[in-house]
């Protein structure tokens, strides 16, 4: 089948990751073809990668860039500050082998022991946490949990003050998408903000370096070869992926798993369950439910489809997570799901570096949570928990209640 060949073209609207269930769409898209034109907010032409195996070839195939510069007709117009800047310099935003100089570097830093370490101090803050209103008998687990966990632990994981609104601020700045003047220039505001506290963070380490992950993203930028703006940017993106995506992570799972009550007990039951049902959670309603941003750099034949070289693809990491070529019942959620290869921290080159890191504040946080309150429960229906803006798919607030805890 060729490029030219008539599909039904799909419209993803902008808040299409905040809707309900977004996942009758995917389905839609993925039986009418693994691979077909989209059209993004209703004005950007797209294709779109539905089908697992799929999306999986194109996370794994040196054709499908990651730099925006290789799709002209999409940056023709945009001013050379929105086209190219520290943040297209980070990992998310490069090809090798710039990518794989970067990733190396971050990679010596950002180790499995660093992680291990985090461990019991992650316990502390989510035990923090939650004192904080286990007593009260109801909270909100986006302001009280979901959202200063993960900002927490990044900041001491980089050995930076911990400022939660001017976080917050910077995050929803950069996460939303860029439909009107006004959302660019809160991005534009808030990436400038980003690009001045780090250089001030980096030019404090490098006089003083301590244990942490930012003193040594600067002594091994003494040691290779990476720019000043490589350096932040890198720095910028450890930051923004290592809490917004956990944010939204965590507060969909307990959601799911506070609809699906025999999940629940059965989490309950047997605690042990918890990192296997993290992977479920993830495939199930991960954050990235819409997907990730790919320019061809050639003609690629995929799918049954050529896509056309210059063009943006979408690699719908949601629907690849519920192709029933793949998973059984994908509709299902089942934490004794076996063979689960999910994709929701991506796949290939670009596979989260960070996914160790989630993967711990999420088992704590859960392990904590059915712990803790035993009776936990959604103080309002699902239909009206309100979405969190932005690209992710993410929940701005989750009110629960439970059985008070005696002061200890």
């Known amino acids: 089948m060729t490029a030219e060949a008539a599909h039904k073209e799909f419209d993803l609207p902008r808040d299409f990751a ?10 839609e898209m993925r039986a009418e073809s693994p691979v077909h034109r989209a059209r993004l907010r209703g004005k950007v032409d797209v294709w779109v990668i539905t089908g697992y195996d799929e999306c999986v070839a194109a996370l794994n195939d040196a054709r499908f860039s ?27 935003a490069s090809d090798p082998p710039d990518h794989s100089r970067m990733r190396g570097i971050v990679a010596k830093a950002f180790t499995a022991r660093r992680v291990a370490e985090l461990a019991p101090r992650v316990r502390e803050i989510v035990d923090e946490l939650l004192d904080a209103f286990a007593a009260d008998g109801e909270g909100d687990l986006v302001e009280g949990l979901a959202l200063p966990l993960p900002i927490a632990v990044i900041c001491e994981l980089l050995g930076v003050p911990f400022a939660r609104e001017r976080f917050r601020y910077w995050s929803v700045g950069l996460a939303m998408p860029p439909a009107d003047g006004a ?7 808030a990436r400038a903000e980003m690009i001045e506290f780090f250089t001030e963070q980096m030019a404090l380490k490098r006089a003083e370096p301590g ?15 990476v ?43 047997d605690p042990s369950l918890i990192p ?15 997907g990730v941003a790919r320019f061809t750099l050639e003609d690629v034949p995929i799918g049954g489809t050529v896509i056309p ?37 991506g796949h290939g080159i670009h596979y989260c570096l960070g996914a160790a890191l989630a993967r711990l504040e999420i088992v704590t946080a859960l392990e904590a949570l059915l712990r803790r309150f035993p009776d936990l429960a959604l103080a309002v229906p699902v239909a009206d928990l309100p979405r969190r803006p932005g690209m992710l798919r993410g929940l701005a607030s989750v009110p629960v209640t ?7």
Do not use: K
């Not at 439970?402 to 200890?408: A, G, K, N, Q």
């Open 18 to 27: 905040q809707w309900l269930d977004p996942y009758p769409l995917l389905a």
């Open 66 to 92: 990651a730099d925006l510069e290789a799709a002209p007709r999409i940056t023709a117009g945009l001013p050379p500050e929105r086209r190219r800047n520290v943040l297209m310099e980070s990992l998310l």
């Open 183 to 189: 959302t660019l220039e809160r991005a534009d505001a």
């Open 211 to 225: 244990d942490d992950l930012l003193s040594a993203l600067v002594t091994a930028h003494a040691n290779e070869h």
């Open 227 to 269: 720019s000043d703006d490589e350096l932040v940017g890198l720095a910028i993106m450890l930051f923004l992926s290592g809490h917004e995506t956990t944010l939204c992570f965590l507060a969909n799972a307990v959601v799911a798993l506070l609809t699906h009550p025999e999940q629940l007990a059965a989490l309950r039951a």
């Open 276 to 290: 296997r049902a993290v992977d479920e959670l993830l495939r199930y309603d991960g954050p990235v439910a819409r």
């Open 309 to 345: 070289r210059g063009e943006m693809v979408v690699v719908a990491i949601g629907a690849a997570n519920r192709d029933p070529a793949r998973y059984p019942d994908p509709d299902v959620l089942d934490i004794h799901r076996e063979n689960n290869p999910q994709i929701g921290f």
């Open 402 to 408: 439970f059985t008070p805890e005696r002061p200890r």
